[in-house]
């Protein structure tokens, strides 16, 4: 994790204080318990306001920026019931992995909207 965090000057979340020790990494201590103060917690030290439009922009495996690709270009790499029930997705360039705005998307927006109303 550090190794990759120095490579990609990546930022370190983090409740272990060992990870505090002098370095060439950037670590910002997480102290709330709960998510929602955690959230608020990161957007808070690292000046974050944080926009539908950054929501789901990275992919989660290697932080590349997704692009949109075409429905029909992943009909064989998504589950049946997502290709009949979606109409937009988006791909890592990277990774080649592929996602869609299922109801993570809706939850996530309520719990950021819950965190800055």
């Known amino acids: 994790m550090i190794i990759q965090a120095l490579r990609d000057e990546r930022i370190i979340l983090t ?3 060992r990870l505090l020790r002098p370095s060439a ?9 709960k998510i929602k103060q ?3 917690e990161v957007f808070k030290k690292l ?4 926009g539908a ?3 789901f922009s990275r992919c989660i495996i290697c932080n590349e920026e997704l692009v949109d690709i075409e429905k029909e270009k992943i ?10 029930t979606q109409d937009d997705f988006v791909t890592c360039p990277q990774c080649k992995r592929i996602y869609w705005q299922g109801t993570h998307w809706g939850n ?4 950021l909207d819950g965190i800055h109303s």
Do not use: S
């Open 75 to 84: 009909k064989d790499r998504v589950p049946e019931y997502v290709f009949k």
């Open 108 to 111: 996530a927006r309520e719990i």
């Open 47 to 50: 000046n974050i306001k944080p």
């Open 38 to 40: 955690q959230l608020n």
């Open 25 to 33: 990494i950037k670590v910002v201590l997480i102290q709330e318990e």
């Open 15 to 17: 409740r272990n204080l």
């Open 53 to 55: 439009k950054m929501m």
